[in-house]
């Protein structure tokens, strides 16, 4: 190449790629929740709970900034569709904790997520692959 890269020209173009690569998966994620029939908050409380292994309605309540009332309607309709199952709290009897049902753990999975995105770089001849697979290399050394 003769012409000089700028910065800019570097940037925008980094820019541009990071938005595809983004919308890819944005369009994964609301396509699992659409075909699992999950709300954003109800995704939200499943990845809660995987993280916490367990959880109070309170936490979640308080974690997602809603009402106990709200918490529990959502839990209920998790519980009812065998994502969460709700058992004895052994430090307090009068309170349940939320955990996850291996059903509910499948469904945190979204097999799709990267599928787009590596049927783009199929799309690539080999030549093309090896400079970006280079490319990638360099830039993931030099951020570190």
Known sequence: MDHQISLDMLMKTYTELAQKMSNYRIKA???????NELTLNQFSILTKIQREGSCLSIHLAQHLKIKAASITYLVDSLEQRGYVTRIENPEDRRSQRITLTDKGLDVLFIPDMDQSVEQQFEQLDEEDKEMVFLS???LNRKLK
Do not use: S, T
């Open 29 to 35: 994620f609301v396509d699992h929740l659409r075909e």
């Open 136 to 138: 990638i290399r360099l």
